[in-house]
């Protein structure tokens, strides 16, 4: 029944645009990978034509008329009269024929016009179709209708799939992995990769692995060897590597695995080692898949990885504007002043650093742009010793001298948080907004398009809890780092944190600060961290520039809107909902670290 339906389909073919599809499917998978497609009303005998590396050249033809073998002469004779280079001559036909019209065939090709024929008739198509390549028919709908298909025995010996076990912990691993090994044509089951090349990852793991796998690939790592469910399907991927008799069973070194922790059967195995070098290691791992036989179905594997990670029609062509989190640095003094003290600095040296932005040399010297506050001065002995053009010398007492420069743009920054009111945390060393700085936690800000809104700098949530819910408070905290010579000589970085504690002000320990950031960012994506950092630098600026310093001469002044680029593409928003971007499970998989928020053009230094 099931070369019946082959057979019937391929004989009802009336879309010959379609035919000529798959027919270039079935060539890309049988060796000719660069086929390029010409075919057409007026493609003077050609369908498709292939350069191999050696510079042989292969001329494709089809037909689906009955009378092939008239078909096949006219083809052949068009090549020739129009001068087309050939080599070898390939015909794909939906008719039969019997041996004898085969031989008689390649034998007119040769003595006629010199080339090698290949002929693939009916019965050699549905070779291809229902064994060799038996999902290609899927790719067809209107050759191959569904519904027949259904009527159609599949195969349930069919062993082509690379089945990836690994802990959620190495996912970024075993992700970057599956996509590697499908571009590279292997078909892959991963739990995170649904969809990739069609394939649904399987509802039974145990009969996927012990009736459709070719190859379990098992990702060894600490997190591994403590996870039930991968220690089970390494348990039956062993088992059935055992009973085989074969390389069904390939252990990966995620991070350097301790032998005396896995069984014996397992310490005997030859590990991949993936944990120094990703690349070499999957190099590896590809020649064990190739010297092992493994299928490689997927001849259009790097297409379909390309679309996995950037989607169709997800741009636009429309520009777009892109807000970064840098802030131009203006204008500097020209000079750096050296302070130095009669006898050491007591103790309170930290409290000094919010009112004054230095670097300490030594015990008695100190190097800022600006003049210590007075009382500074006065209680700490400093004596001014001279200045320096920073800009025309490479290093002051033996600190480069642009390295100095950033250092105190960003200590300069802190003391202007400070002077604005906020406040410095010991425990998480951030300078926050402290509670009841503004009315209701509340700061208004101007977007770019000039709209006007507003968001709290501190405000309390309620944390459910089995035994009740709980209140913690949030306070957002700035933190700055500076570059060199990204937008300009210097470029401030601006980073939004998030402070925590319980109702009463004490700071949260780490692990409960995570649960209540998550509970708490979860649902802040680029515009909620934009907003929050383009109201934290009007927060400090004036109009709309940051300026730091009473005296002109020695006056900092930071640009407070961020810099923003001109991208010649826009991104389809539309689009990406489309392909059903699961915010829900980036935010459970990735929120919770120090650094997860970004918005376009964020810039890393």
């Excluded at 027919?23 to 003077?44: N, Q, T, V, W």
């Excluded at 290949?118 to 067809?140: A, N, Q, S």
């Amino acid at each position: 029944m099931g070369a019946d339906v082959t057979i019937y389909c391929l004989q009802s073919v009336t879309d010959y645009y379609q035919f000529e599809r798959l027919c270039h499917d079935l060539m890309a998978l049988e060796g000719y990978s660069s086929i390029e497609p010409l075919g057409g009303f007026r493609d003077k005998g050609r369908d498709a034509i292939h350069i191999s590396k050696s510079g042989q050249t292969t001329v494709f033809a089809y037909s689906v008329r009955e009378d092939w073998r008239a078909k096949l002469a006219e083809d052949a004779s068009k090549i020739k009269r129009h001068g087309h280079t050939c080599d070898q001559l390939v015909f794909i036909t939906t008719a039969d024929f019997t041996a004898g019209e085969r031989d008689e065939a390649v034998s007119f090709v040769n003595n006629e016009f010199g080339w090698r024929l290949d002929l693939f008739g009916i019965e050699r198509l549905r070779v291809l179709l229902d064994v060799t390549h038996p999902r290609v028919k899927g790719l067809h709908p209107q050759i191959f209708p569904p519904a027949l298909l259904t009527l159609q025995p599949q195969s349930s010996t069919s062993k082509d799939h690379v089945f990836i076990s690994s802990a959620p912990e190495d996912s970024v691993l075993a992700g970057w992995l599956a996509k590697r090994l499908v571009a590279e044509g292997y078909l892959v089951w991963y739990e995170r990769l649904n969809l990739l090349g069609g394939e649904i990852y399987p509802e039974s793991v145990n009969e996927a692995i012990r009736d459709h796998t070719f190859c379990v690939i098992a990702l060894y790592s600490r997190a591994s060897l403590v996870n039930p469910e991968v220690a089970r399907q390494r348990a039956l991927a062993l088992s059935i590597g055992g009973d085989r008799n074969c390389d069904f069973f390939i252990p990966i070194d995620v991070d350097g695995v301790n032998l005396s922790q896995v069984d014996r059967v397992t310490s005997s195995l030859v590990f991949i080692s993936f944990s120094n070098n990703w690349a070499s290691g999957l190099q590896q791992l590809l020649r064990k898949l190739d010297s092992s036989g493994c299928p490689k179905p997927l001849y259009h594997g790097k297409t379909i990885v390309a679309r996995s990670l950037v989607g169709k029609d997800v741009l636009s062509n429309q520009t777009e504007t892109l807000l970064s989190n840098c802030l131009q640095v203006e204008s500097l003094p020209q000079v750096i002043h050296r302070f130095k003290a009669a006898r050491e600095v007591p103790g309170d040296l930290e409290r000094i650093r919010f009112e004054w932005a230095y670097r300490q040399v030594d015990p008695v010297t100190f190097l800022s742009f600006h003049q210590p506050p007075s009382h500074v001065l006065e209680k700490n002995n400093l004596q001014p010793m001279g200045y320096e053009f920073w800009q025309n010398i490479e290093s002051i007492d033996g600190i480069l001298a642009r390295n100095l420069v950033s250092e105190l743009i960003r200590k300069s920054l802190i003391v202007k948080c400070h002077q604005r009111g906020l406040r410095f945390c010991a425990d998480t060393g951030l300078h926050y907004f402290p509670w009841g700085l503004l009315n209701r936690g509340r700061f208004e800000f101007v977007r770019p398009n000039g709209s006007r809104s507003h968001i709290n700098v501190t405000g309390q949530r309620k944390f459910w809890r089995p035994s009740g819910a709980q209140q913690y408070r949030y306070y957002l905290a700035p933190v700055f780092s500076v570059a060199q010579d990204l937008f300009g000589d210097f470029t401030v970085l601006v980073h939004i944190r998030i402070r925590l504690t319980d109702s009463s002000g004490q700071v949260l320990p780490k692990r409960t600060a995570i649960s209540r950031r998550k509970h708490l960012c979860k649902g802040w994506w680029n515009k909620e961290w934009l907003d929050r950092l383009l109201a934290v630098c009007q927060y400090l600026a004036d109009d709309d520039k940051i300026l730091i310093g009473d005296r002109q001469d020695e006056q900092i002044i930071i640009r407070a809107t961020p810099v923003s680029l001109s991208a010649p593409l826009g991104i389809n928003e539309v689009a990406l909902d489309r392909l059903s971007f699961d915010r829900s499970t980036l935010t459970e998989q990735e929120d919770g670290s120090e650094d997860d928020f970004a918005y376009q053009g964020d810039v890393q230094q």
